[in-house]
Nanobody, 124 residues
Framework: QVQLVESGGGLVQAGGSLRLSCAASGRTFSNYGMGWFRQAPGKEREFVAAISWSGVNTYYTDSAKGRFTISGDKAKNTVYLQMNNLKPEDTAVYYC?????????????????WGQGTQVTVSS
């Protein structure tokens, strides 16, 4: 089984940047697509970005396009989410997840292994 641990969250001013990391341990996740989701207070968890197991294909929600970049380092078993030009509406708990099904990358139900989350707070 794969365990996922996120890190890199914190408090940043609007316009600033953060890089989230998701380290996988246990069984290799080389055959899994990986995704980032977020959940703001009082809202449902939503898709942010994903990357195919090969690293060739990436997927983003509209609000992340042009500002966020997902990448992976298989040698380190780590997936990253570089977030630039952060906005207060990006404030949320960010979760990484492993996609273990054949469903599409945008669906939460496609992912069955989740990390514990890391808080990102963007002040105005």
């Amino acid at each position: 089984q794969v365990q996922l641990v996120e890190s890199g969250g914190g408090l940043v001013q609007a316009g600033g940047s953060l890089r989230l990391s998701c380290a996988a341990s246990g069984r290799t996740f080389s055959n899994y697509g990986m995704g980032w989701f977020r959940q703001a207070p009082g809202k449902e968890r939503e898709f942010v970005a994903a990357i195919s197991w090969s690293g060739v294909n990436t997927y983003y929600t509209d609000s992340a396009k042009g500002r966020f970049t997902i990448s992976g380092d298989k040698a380190k078993n780590t997936v990253y989410l570089q977030m630039n030009n952060l906005k207060p509406e990006d404030t949320a708990v960010y979760y990484c997840a492993a996609k273990t099904t054949l469903r599409n990358y945008y669906q939460e139900t496609s992912y069955t292994i989740w990390g514990q989350g890391t808080q990102v707070t963007v002040s105005s």
